[in-house]
Each structure stands twice: as C-alpha cells, then as structure tokens.
C-alpha cells in the first residue's frame, strides 16, 4: 500500500495546506465578518417580526443556518476518512479530528437553538414528536462516540484510521437513522403541535436574511477548521524544518 | 544494519523499509532477501523494533514504506498467495484456554491447511505432549501452551516461518526439539525468519541485527 | 514433505475455514457458559425491572412491553459483545485469523453467527415469555419474536465493528454502548412499530420486510468494515 501514494502525500503535504491558508484566512476572516454582520443585523434590527411567531421567528435565523451546517459534518468526516483509509493523507485526519468536535457543537447549538424556539412557541423545551431535534440529537449522540473513540485510543495513526472508518459508519447510519426517525415520527404524531417549517409564512425578506447567515455560518465553520487544523500541523510536525523556521521567524 | 546479499530470486525480499512508531525511527531503508533453505535471525535491543519487523513482513502492520516482494511478485496485491504461504507465530500464541490442544489445532490448520486429527495428533506427539491431546489449554504449562502453538509447525505446508521469540518458555529439550524443526524445514527448502537471543546453531543461519545505525 | 510447492493445492477452501471458525466459536462459548448465560440473565431481570419501576398494572404494562422488551435486548446484546473477540485478542488467535489465507469477512461473518446463536438466540427464544409476564397481547407474539429475529442479528454486526475498533483498549464497555446504541435506534424504531402496527390489528409485514431488508444490507457490509476495523486495531 505504501509508497505508490507518496506523490500524492505530498500534493495534499500540511506544509502546503498551511502556506495555502495563510495567504487564504485574511479574507475568509474578511467574508466571514462581512456576513455574519449584515446577517446578524438583519435578522435582528430590520426583518419585520412575523405575523405568526412575533420576534421569535428572529431565532430562526440562526437556527436554520446552524443546522444546515451541522448537517455537512458527517459527509465532511466521511469524505476525510475516506482519504485518510485509501491514501494515508495526514491532513486529512488532521481535518476529521477537528471537525468531531465542532461538528458536536455546531450539533449542540441547533438543539439548543431549536429548543429556544420551541420553549416559545410551543411551550416546551423538547419535544419528542419534531423529527428534526430527535435525529440531532441522534447525530449528537454518533459524533460524541466519534471523539471518545479519538481519546479512548493512544497510537494517533490507529486513532486516525479508527475514526475514519467509525465516520463513514456513521455517515450511513445517520442518513439511515434520520429517514427511520421521520417515519417513526409520522405515526406517532397524534395531534400534530406548530411544525418548524420555516417557509410558508414568511416573505422573502426572511430567507434572503436565512441565506445570508446560512453563507456566514459556513465561512465560521471553514474558518474554525482552518485554525484547528493550522495548530494541528505545528504540533504534529514540530519536527519538520519549515515549522522550526516558522517559529524562529515569529520569535 | 546488516545488509545481506540479494540472490537471483529470493523467496522474501524487503527493499528499503522505513517504519516510524510515534515520532521514533525503528530503521530506515532497511534491506534483505530472504531464500529457500535460509534461516534469518533477527537480533536487536529491547524496543530495537523486531517484533514491529515481523508484523510487517507478515502484513499485519502497514504503517510503513518500502516493498516487500514474494517470489519476485510484489506484495500490497496479493496477501492472500502469501498468506496461504506463511505461517507466523508470534508472542501471542493463539492458544485458547479453554479449548483443548486439539480443538485449538483443529481450528487454526483449517485456517490454512485440512489436516486430519490422526495428523494433530501426531504432531502433539512429536511436541511432547502426548496425552495432553483432550485436556484445557488452561491446566497446561507455558512451555507446554508454546508447544501446543508450535505443533503447527509440523501441521502446515507453509513455505515461510516467520516466529517472533519462540524459545522463551521452552525447556531444554524443547529448545532442541525447535532448533531441529528450523533446522529440518531449511533442509527441505522451507525458509524463516525468526527472532531470539538465543544463540542458534545452524549452517546456512544468517544474522541481522536491527538498532545499530542509531 | 515438500514445503516450498504445492501449498496453493493444499489450501483449505473458504468454507471448511469458514465451518471451523463457526464451530470453534460455538465450542469456546459451550466451554465458558457464561457467555450464554450473563446475556440471557440480565435480559430477565432488566425486564422484570420495569413493572417495579413504572408500574404494575398490566394496562400500562400492555402498552410499553414491546419496547421494554427491544430495549432490554439491546441492552443485553451490548453487554454481551463485550466478549466477542476479546480473548482472542488477549491469546493471540485474532493475529492468526488475519494471517489466514481466506477472506477475513468470511470469517468475522462465522464469528458473527457464532456470536448471535449464543447470546442472541436464547434472548429471542425467552422473550415470548417475558411479554407474557408484560401482558402483552397474543397477536403480538409471533411478529415480536420475528422482529427479534430480524433485528438483532442487525445490532450483532454494527456492534462488531465498534468492538473490532476497540478491541485494542483496556477497558472499553462504556465506549462500546456510546457508539453502537445510537447506530442501532433505527432497528429498535422499526421492531417495535412492527409489534405495535400487529396489535393495532394491521400487517407488520412492511416493517418486518425493512427490518430484513436492514439484515441484508448489514451482512454485507457490516463484516467487511468488521475486517477493516480488525486491521485497524491490530496495525
């Protein structure tokens, strides 16, 4: 297995990928600020509180573009792990590592989000009968056992190729896990409470406010997993020539 | 790191190995061949990375670079004619407790080859552990349990030994009875890689000792 | 004897490999007892847990006794993976199992269905009389047994692979139950709205059909990943 591979090790090499993201961040920081301020701003200051939900319907905006994000996670793990399995790129490991735990908290957030609104408009903090919070919480649940997994064993190369295999496991048991929960939810909704669909009443002022953050909220996930994974390669490679001249040079 | 002459086509050939465990170097370009009728004895310090050397060789560690070929082919393809073609023991010696001698024998030659209970037993036999064919794993000795995991020695038509310190438990006569085994499959074209500080006597025996170059 | 030649005619085919692991796995489990009977107890008494701890009527009982029954299942099915594999990690017999010349999901199947004969099996077999002592209703009988039947040879495989990748820890009951419990909701949803959707007086067909449909596609994936995972582990 090894060896036919090296050039592309070296294609995908974190020395690369860092010079890459140096030159990248200033303005995906940039873009990041831009959007997350107008999206911020609009759904807070200038879209008209909705005629059903009042200024709860604010909320939505966040939650929404939280938990499509959380939804790239694991096809993001999968996809990385596997790289990580066929062709032993480090950094993509270095990316799945950091992706668990963000994905966990992007996860967290869009229940925590969810259940806001929810405590508002229908008077409960959770509720069993929204397919959407239960397969979350699900999805919660499978990235939790991801990073236990990552801490639970020792050897990083086994660790990594351990939690590759585990995602894309999980990356088909949550597709698997999401479509049974919808149909378990379909039965057992016996007097069916305000739905979370987000579109029917609301202009498009909403959605474009939506869009907007759901675009913010993607440059903060690509700019968190950039900086992890920048820390990740000093440490993993503070061995390597260009990491020493690196700090020397910061020093 | 000794480097050994390559004949015109080895059985084994290891072309430069590199393996890291952690941020530690074990050996680098690391190269041997290995022919019928020889026997290599791996040498090295504790941690010198010769039990990682074995797991290599027999694939079950691939965290390395390098080419391993097998009759000229090389491996990463075809594990499997390889496979049929070795057998490894190693520090573990699949022996289960509380199965029998027997049943264990039964179980790991099917893994490999058919072999009849008449043949295990004489194999048991030969090992010394006659009458020891139908009692648990767990009343035996160590040195009896390492017997029992040699056995397969005379079960398997396995061209290459690959055998991680198998005198460790072993009596003195045991040690003899291994010593003849190895010696008897290089005689017949068989060829082993084998690690021990024991010191082998055994004409066409070469050495290799890992941990030098540090 | 002639070492070097003729190895590749001598080779044992898949199956008799396949055969002998199936047997010695039965064998072991015989031997040790306990791996037949730790699952099949703690089923009992989780069950019986629940009349004490939720209620005694049997018109509450009636309505919870399907899930109590699949959960406690899983329940046991997770505490009975723990020793799948483990000893022959400890003994060595695992690095032997890779090193065999035949396909290593061939074998981690056989281990597989080993596995489940032994603490599945007897789950499935007792849990009729379980649901009786939860009142549940006659028409639930045959389709909760075959959804069992269905079903926990699903939760086995995944769980296989979460044990495959651990296999090397010290201790890993925890880290077992946090990843495979989740993988395995969607076999609980589907046998027990097998179970309700009978005692509502409808087919349970389709869910039995999903739940089928779900073992097929576990046993053809679940024991490759398995393989991968072992190699994994043992790298």
């Known amino acids: ?251 | 790191m000794t480097e050994i002459s390559q004949d015109a086509s080895p059985l084994l050939e290891v072309r430069a190995l590199t393996c890291e465990r952690g941020e530690r170097l074990l050996f680098r370009d690391l190269e041997f061949s290995l022919d019928s009728g020889q026997v290599l004895q791996v040498k090295g310090g504790n941690g010198s990375g010769k039990t990682t050397l074995m797991r290599i060789v027999c694939g079950l560690n691939d965290s390395f670079e390098g080419e391993l070929y097998w009759r000229g082919d090389a491996l990463g393809e075809r594990w499997d004619a390889f496979h049929a073609n070795l057998l490894y023991i190693g520090h573990r010696l699949a022996v289960n407790h509380v199965l029998t001698p027997l049943e264990n024998l039964r179980w790991s030659c099917r893994l490999h080859d058919p072999a009849d209970d008449s043949g295990i037993r004489e194999a048991l036999a030969e090992m010394d552990l006659a009458g020891y064919e139908d009692s648990p794993c767990y009343s035996l000795s160590a040195g009896q349990q390492q017997r029992v995991s040699l056995a397969r020695l005379l079960l398997s038509s396995a061209a290459l030994w690959i055998l991680d310190e198998p005198f460790t438990t072993l009596d003195v006569d045991g040690v003899a009875l291994l010593e003849n085994l190895v010696a008897r499959h290089a005689r017949e074209g068989g060829a082993v890689l084998i690690t021990t500080h024991h010191k082998l006597v055994l004409p066409r025996l070469r050495t290799l000792t890992l941990g030098v170059a540090r | 004897m002639n070492r070097t030649g003729n190895s590749a005619m001598n080779r044992a085919n898949a199956g008799a490999a396949f055969r002998a692991t199936l047997k010695r796995d039965l064998l072991i489990s015989v031997k040790r007892r306990n791996d037949i009977l730790n699952p099949f107890m703690f089923f009992i008494i989780v069950v019986s847990l629940f009349p004490i701890g939720i209620s005694p009527e049997s018109a509450m009982l009636r309505q919870i006794a399907a899930g109590v029954i699949w959960i406690a299942v899983l329940l046991a099915s997770m505490l009975s993976m723990d020793s799948l594999y483990r000893s022959d990690y400890e003994d060595g017999s695992l690095e032997q199992l890779l090193l065999s010349s035949q396909p290593l999901y061939l074998l981690v199947f056989a281990k597989n269905i080993a596995h489940w004969l032994v603490s599945g099996l007897p789950v499935i077999l007792v849990s009729p009389l379980l649901a009786y002592m939860l009142a549940l209703p006659a028409e639930g009988y045959l389709t909760l047994v075959l959804s069992l039947l269905l079903g926990t040879p699903v939760v086995g495989m995944i769980g296989a692979i979460a044990v495959a990748l651990t296999v090397g820890l010290g201790s890993r009951g925890l880290i077992l139950a946090v990843i495979t419990v989740p993988m395995s909701v969607p076999v609980l949803i589907f046998g027990t709205l097998a179970v309700q959707n009978s005692l509502a007086g409808g087919s349970p067909l389709g869910y039995l059909a999903l739940l089928g449909a779900m073992l097929a596609a576990a046993a053809s994936l679940a024991p490759v990943a398995t393989a991968a995972a072992l190699r994994i582990s043992l790298n």
């Open chain 1, 1 to 251: 297995m090894s060896g036919r591979w090296q050039w592309f090790h070296r294609l995908g090499s974190p020395k690369w990928f860092y010079e890459k993201t140096t030159r990248w961040l200033p303005w995906l920081v940039g873009a990041m600020a831009l959007f997350l301020t107008v999206g911020v701003a609009w759904a807070l200051l200038f879209l008209p509180p909705d005629y059903q939900q009042g200024h709860t319907s604010r909320i939505l905006v966040v939650h929404v573009a939280v938990a499509g994000t959380s939804l790239s996670f694991f096809p993001l793990m999968a996809a990385a792990g596997t790289v990580t399995l066929v062709w032993r790129i480090k950094l993509a490991d270095m990316v799945a590592k950091h992706a668990a735990p963000l994905g966990a908290w992007f996860t967290f957030l869009t229940l925590a989000s969810g259940s806001i609104w929810g405590s508002v408009m229908w008077g409960t903090w959770w509720e069993w009968t929204d397919s959407r919070l239960v397969s979350m919480l699900f999805q919660l649940f499978l990235l939790l056992g991801v990073i236990s997994l990552r801490t639970a064993i020792e050897n990083a190369e086994t660790a990594a190729r351990a939690c590759a295999l585990l995602s894309i496991v999980g990356c088909i048991n949550v597709v698997i896990i999401k479509y049974s929960v919808d149909w378990w939810n379909t039965l057992h909704q016996p007097s069916s409470p305000i739905s979370m669909e987000v579109g029917n009443p609301n202009g498009p002022e909403f959605w474009v406010a939506t869009l907007v953050m759901i675009v913010a909220v993607y440059l903060f996930l690509a700019v968190s997993l950039i900086l992890a994974t920048r820390n990740e390669i000093l440490e993993r490679e503070n061995n390597a020539q260009w990491v020493r001249e690196l700090v020397a040079q910061a020093r």
